[in-house]
């Protein structure tokens, strides 16, 4: 099993950055690998970034060049930094980690979420 909390959502304006923390525990050595998703309001859950065990990244095309994911392995704790926010970005940001469980192969597992409002 593993447990994720999301923390850092906050009201910024276009332009502004943020940064995101994801905190993990639980069966940490059974991750295969994170990601940062994201849902507006009405709309589905799209990937924004996602970051391997080895460390190898990959975002989507609209935070492209504007995001950075990346993790603290000593701290159990995965970060989204958001730079040059516009209020396209506005969502509900989630953390996510892929890991092995006996008896299902692998699950997904979920944070609660943390909003982020960018104002104009």
């Known amino acids: 099993q593993v447990q994720l909390v999301e923390s850092g959502g906050a009201l910024v304006q276009a332009g502004g950055s943020l940064r995101l923390s994801c905190s993990i525990s639980?069966?940490?050595?059974?991750?295969?690998?994170l990601a940062w998703y994201r849902q507006p309001p009405g709309e589905q859950r799209e990937l924004v970034a996602h970051i391997s065990m080895t460390d190898r990244t990959m975002y989507t095309d609209p935070v492209k060049g504007r995001f950075v994911i990346s993790r603290d392995a000593a701290k159990n704790k995965l970060f989204l930094q958001m730079n040059n926010l516009k209020p396209e970005d506005t969502a509900d940001y989630y953390c996510?980690?892929?890991?092995?469980?006996?008896?299902?192969?692998?699950?997904?597992?979920w944070g609660q979420g943390t909003q982020v409002t960018v104002s104009s």
């Open positions: 996510m980690a892929r890991a092995f469980v006996p008896g299902t192969v692998w699950e997904e597992f």
């Open positions: 639980g069966d940490i050595a059974s991750i295969n690998d």
